[in-house]
């Protein structure tokens, strides 16, 4: 196969495209709005991408929230969901009352801290119905709690730790230890303040009252080993592997145990025949028209009385329709 040289101005060409593609040259890039700087490694929004599973966790902890309320308000409330937003943690508690209920607990398996924000109005709503009050009949505000606040603070705590380990259990099991609560922000050291969160709010809407809220903070370091995750819009694999609840109810129904009895016949004997006997006496019994099978001591089938492998058996021959 014959090949084809290059001619002189085709060389010449390539020679001065070469040498202009070497030459430095300088883009003057400080008017553009479309260039900025990146240091790798930093903490940026964009590394996490869509929190579509976070939102999704979310909903279902504001759906089992209210089941921990509904004791104490007597009520059922309703608790939206917004979408996450990411600040500093400066800015976060710029944005809040200095005195709050902060409660900051670990996630072991994500090895990071959480921080769970609760209204002192809200919590004063709590405690007043629970004690019988209305839902109007909360404090103003103050500068803390008291006991008696202290104790519905645990026990509303506490239900919100399970709900929240509950809502996380399709996307990865979670365990929730609680280290502290405090009141003030300057003393809620989560992370340092210039380090992103992640902050997910709840609203809570009570009849002829204001709305309350609860806010969950993640700092973005605890939530970037599961980023991809997070974006996943498939929950975890454990779901696939699982039986349905109707498999599980149903196997739990078959592993009860039943009483079988079978009844032989019904003889008559009078009482002056029945005070003549005495041991040894035969008692006649005739087994007429099948056995009648029970089922804890309710009648279910017919059968005949037969043998298997040297062992006394009953065949079923006919099931009992019982009329309702």
Do not use: H
């Not at 759906?63 to 509904?70: C, G, H, Y």
């Not at 709590?126 to 008291?146: C, I, V």
């Not at 996380?168 to 365990?175: A, G, S």
């Amino acid at each position: 196969m014959a090949s084809k040289k290059l001619t002189t101005d085709e060389v010449n060409a390539l020679m001065e495209g070469l040498a202009q593609s070497t030459s430095p040259s300088t883009v003057d890039i400080a008017g553009s709005d479309e260039v900025r700087p990146f240091t790798f490694g930093e903490d940026d929004l964009s590394l996490m991408g869509d929190y579509y599973a976070l939102r999704q966790v979310n909903e279902r902890f504001a759906r089992l929230a209210r089941s921990v309320f509904l004791p104490m308000l007597r009520l059922q409330p309703r608790i939206t969901s917004f979408p996450p937003e990411v600040k500093t943690f400066d800015e976060y508690t710029d944005s809040i009352e200095n005195f709050m209920n902060l409660n900051i607990s670990r996630i072991e398996e994500l090895r990071g801290p959480m921080l769970m924000a609760i209204q002192p109005e809200f919590i004063s709503t709590l405690t007043a119905a629970y004690y019988g009050g209305n839902l109007g009949s909360g404090g103003g505000k103050r500068a803390e709690f008291t006991a008696t606040e202290e104790r519905v603070i645990e026990l509303v705590s506490e239900g919100l730790m399970m709900s929240l380990s509950s809502a996380w259990r399709d996307l990865m099991p979670i365990t929730l230890i609680q280290q502290g609560r405090e009141i003030n922000t300057q003393f809620a050291s989560v992370v340092d303040g210039a380090e992103l969160v992640i902050i997910c709010s709840f609203v809570i809407q009570l009849p002829n009252k204001d709305s309350d809220k609860i806010d969950i903070v993640y700092p973005l370091q605890t939530l970037k080993p599961i980023a991809a995750q997070l974006r996943s819009r498939v929950q975890s694999d454990s779901i696939a592997d699982d039986v349905s609840w109707r498999e599980k109810i149903e196997k739990a129904i078959l592993d009860i145990p039943l009483e079988l009895s079978a009844l032989l016949g019904r003889p008559s004997l009078s009482v002056g025949g029945m005070t003549r006997l005495v041991s040894g006496d035969v008692i006649p019994l005739e087994v007429g028209g099948g056995i009648t099978v029970k089922i804890e001591d309710k009648p279910v089938f017919i059968g005949e009385i037969g043998e298997v492998s040297g062992k006394a058996a009953i065949s079923l021959t006919k099931r009992i329709v019982r009329e309702t």
